[in-house]
């Protein structure tokens, strides 16, 4: 899951940051509006934390213009002022959420979660397909009842692919999502984190979780719970 | 400086429609005073004129009266009046059979004369023609003293008016401009700080202006008052979690219990904050803010709320009068809504109710949610706990603490009841004039 987090105080920034990447989630994090909406509109994100006062160009006007320019993923708005008639403007604007500063960042890591997952169409925390189980907030993932142990880049894979569970995902998109703007990427790798990722999750190859689509992508065919 | 003006230019102009109606006057007596001598003059068969020894204007018979007359006939005088005697009036011409002809002459001894020269053309018996021409003149200096005369009326009168007015202007100005006098005294007494507000008696016009301004006073007035209460509550309130930290901080042993500790007073120190900066906003009651409509605000904090608890699906019901509009600061009323609103969607399970009426200069607002309520027994207690907030009041705290002093910052009132729907039931009623 890739996040874009646009927070102009420097050490809160890091220390979001920072957090979110513990997370096993995908940061990209800008400074002022401008770089924000241009991130915002450049790379694909699963859901973005904006500031409200940000120099060069405020939140409200980020949010404004992401969302005329057709962006749908999830926005979490974060303001210093608690006043109702900021928030309201905010969620006018087109936000999902807001958070007053300052929070405890297990209250920003559950909203995040809860925004991904509903806009991806899930309900519960805990995300389930068949006798896999991914809890986002502690990053485990289980397969019947017992852990399974992966590596932060698995992890990230698995989580993006159950969000989508049921839908196709292409190579690029997978890359585009797990790794952050200025990493080294190959494509080629998604291949072997995917071939893992069966073996883990399907020892004895009788589920088979994730199907390759020649020439399109992946999909992970296991029903939602 | 207009009546200044107008004063005289009327003078001006009164003064030209005197002269020159002085001077037509002047012109019909002389023409008058023609008629009388060709009434009086006769002519003998030989054409030699006649005229009787006194004419009936006796002005004409005494010497520089100022008033004579003249007949001459071709280029010699026939008969001149004795008032005349002496002065030569006019070069004899002859302007025509019954014509008049207007003219000053100057004299050579320096009198100025109007003179009206009439041709006269008499035939006797035989049919045989002769040319006279009648002078008569009049001393310009009557006409002038006649003007002037009339000139010196004149400014007497319009000056003396002129001054009366402007007295009475400057009169009814001083009284009418009194109040306003005395309100920038009052004013600046409050300036210096020996009133609080305007005290004076103010007529009926002003009132309205003088009530604005103690009621602009008064707000501004509350508004320090709260000021200056949050502060200092604000420092108050923050020793308790400081002193709590420091005795943690001399004496604790166990980091862990430590970490609590801190979190816990960290948490109570950033509730005070935003409590207190929250007070210090508030704008409140004053007349002299913009009408802001309810049901706008409620529909828009609903969307919001709706937004942020889309999980819940809650089902809101709204029954909100159209003219519902409060003279009230928008901030503050975000606040008060939002605050209450969000507890209904936090607490409630599905339903959400609202009612806004507006009656009798009054508007009332219920707010129901179908949550487990809250304890009536506890209700007093959360809402009065709101005024003093002190210590953390599980779930309903902030935020109720909130709202409870917007509600006295607008002189209203706030009931807790039970919800027929199950949950709570909060009902605000809020003056507005």
Not at chain 1, 47 to 56: E, F, Q, S, T, Y
Not at chain 2, 337 to 343: D, R, T, V, Y
Request: aromatic fraction near 8%.
């Amino acid at each position: 899951m890739r996040i874009l987090l646009i927070e102009d105080e420097i050490a809160l920034r890091e220390q979001i940051a920072q957090q979110l990447r513990a997370q096993n989630l995908t940061v990209d994090a800008v400074a002022d509006g401008e770089e924000g909406l241009f991130m915002g509109s450049e790379y694909p994100y699963d859901v973005a934390i904006i500031d409200l006062g940000l120099p060069r160009l405020s939140g409200i006007e980020v949010i404004q213009q992401l969302r005329e320019q057709g962006f749908k993923y999830p926005i979490l708005i974060l303001t210093a002022r608690g006043r109702w008639q900021d928030k309201v403007e905010g969620l006018e604007a087109g936000a999902d959420d807001y958070l007053v500063k300052p929070f405890h960042f297990e209250e920003l890591s559950a909203r995040l979660n809860a925004l991904a997952r509903r806009a991806s169409g899930w309900a519960n925390a805990t995300l389930r397909c068949g006798p896999i189980e991914l809890n986002p907030s502690s990053q485990q993932v289980f397969l019947q009842q017992s852990i399974v142990e992966l590596t932060a880049y698995e992890y990230r894979l698995l989580h993006f692919l159950m969000l989508h569970a049921g839908e196709v995902i292409s190579k690029t998109e997978l890359t585009d999502h797990i790794y952050e703007m200025d990493q080294d990427r190959d494509s080629n790798v998604i291949e072997v984190f995917v071939k893992r990722l069966r073996g883990k999750l399907d020892p004895d190859k009788s589920l088979n979780p994730i199907e390759t689509l020649r020439g399109r992508g992946y999909r992970l065919t296991l029903p939602r719970d | 400086m207009v009546l200044v003006a107008f004063l005289g230019l009327s003078a001006i102009s009164l003064n030209n429609a005197f002269k020159s109606s002085a001077e037509t006057a002047q012109q019909q007596r002389l023409h008058n005073y023609v008629m009388t001598i060709l009434t009086a003059a006769e002519l003998t068969d030989t054409g030699d004129l006649l005229m009787p020894e006194k004419l009936l204007e006796q002005k004409f018979s005494i010497p520089n009266s100022g008033l004579y007359a003249q007949i001459t006939s071709g280029d010699r005088i026939v008969w001149q009046s004795p008032s005349s005697i002496g002065l030569f009036l006019a070069l004899p011409f002859h302007p025509g059979p019954s014509v008049e002809q207007y003219s000053i002459i100057d004299l050579h001894n320096g009198m100025k004369l109007s003179n009206l020269a009439f041709g006269v053309v008499w035939e006797n018996d035989k049919g045989e023609q002769f040319d006279y021409t009648i002078n008569v003149a009049e001393d310009q200096l009557m006409l002038e003293a006649q003007t002037a005369n009339f000139q010196r009326n004149l400014w007497y009168w319009l000056g003396g008016t002129g001054i009366m007015l402007l007295i009475a202007q400057w009169l009814i100005l001083r009284w009418s401009l009194r109040p306003l006098t005395g309100a920038a005294k009052d004013l600046h007494a409050i300036e210096t700080g020996k009133h609080a507000r305007l005290t004076g008696e103010y007529p009926m016009e002003l009132q309205q202006l003088t009530q604005n301004i103690n009621n602009l006073l008064d707000h501004e007035q509350n508004r320090r008052v709260r000021y200056k209460n949050s502060l200092a509550d604000l420092a108050h309130s923050l020793k308790t979690p400081l002193a709590v930290l420091r005795s943690e901080l001399e004496n604790s042993q166990d980091f862990q219990h430590f970490k609590t500790i801190g979190q816990e007073q960290l948490q109570r120190i950033n509730q005070l904050v935003d409590y207190q900066l929250q007070r210090a906003a508030t704008e409140g009651k004053s007349n002299l803010l913009a009408p802001v409509s309810l049901g706008e605000i409620i529909h828009k904090i609903i969307s919001s709320l709706n937004k942020v608890y889309q999980a819940k699906k809650i089902h809101c019901q709204f029954e909100i009068e159209r003219d519902a509009y409060m003279h009230a600061d928008e901030g503050d009323m975000y606040e008060l809504l939002g605050n209450l609103l969000e507890n209904a969607y936090k607490y409630g399970r599905q339903r959400v109710n609202i009612v806004v009426l507006s009656q009798y200069q009054q508007i009332t607002i219920r707010i129901e949610d179908d949550g487990n309520g809250i304890p009536l027994l506890a209700s007093e207690d959360i809402i009065k706990r709101g005024r003093r907030f002190d210590s953390q009041v599980e779930g309903h705290g902030l935020g109720l603490a909130i709202v409870s002093d917007i509600i006295d910052a607008y002189e209203g009132s706030i009931k807790l009841e039970k919800s027929y729907l199950g949950g709570a039931c909060f009902i605000i009623c809020l003056p507005d004039q």
